[in-house]
């Protein structure tokens, strides 16, 4: 069974950056190869991926964060990272990593508050 540890979170002012990191354990194959996402939700919302990156390290984003998150990995670390620049009230919820290639538990997640 796969474990998600999520990190980084806080508050932040609107134009402000965070680093999230994600540990990920107990993955049947290589961490290698899996493909990769970071997923948000705020309360009364249905959770949405905002970032994705695959085995081969290409990367897609949501159009509302595109130009200002940054998806990366580092394999040897078991560990997925999300840079957040020019933060916005509306980034504004818990984040989550998960792979895209099975379905399993979520990790705990980590709260994003951007506010001024």
């Known amino acids: 069974q796969m474990q998600y540890v999520e990190s980084g979170g806080g508050l932040a002012q609107p134009g402000g950056t965070l680093r999230l990191s994600c540990v990920v354990s107990g993955t049947p194959f290589s961490f290698s190869r899996y493909d990769m996402g970071w997923y948000r939700q705020s309360p009364g919302k249905t959770r949405e991926i905002v970032a994705a990156?695959?085995?081969?390290?290409?990367?897609n984003y949501a159009d509302s964060v595109k130009g200002r998150f940054t998806i990366s990995r580092d394999n040897a670390k078991n560990t997925v990272y999300l840079q957040m620049n020019s933060l916005k009230s509306e980034d504004t919820a818990v984040y989550y990593c998960?792979?895209?290639?099975?379905?399993?538990?979520w990790g705990q997640g980590t709260q994003v508050t951007v506010s001024s």
């Open positions: 990156i695959t085995s081969s390290e290409i990367t």
């Open positions: 998960h792979t895209r290639n099975r379905a399993g538990d």
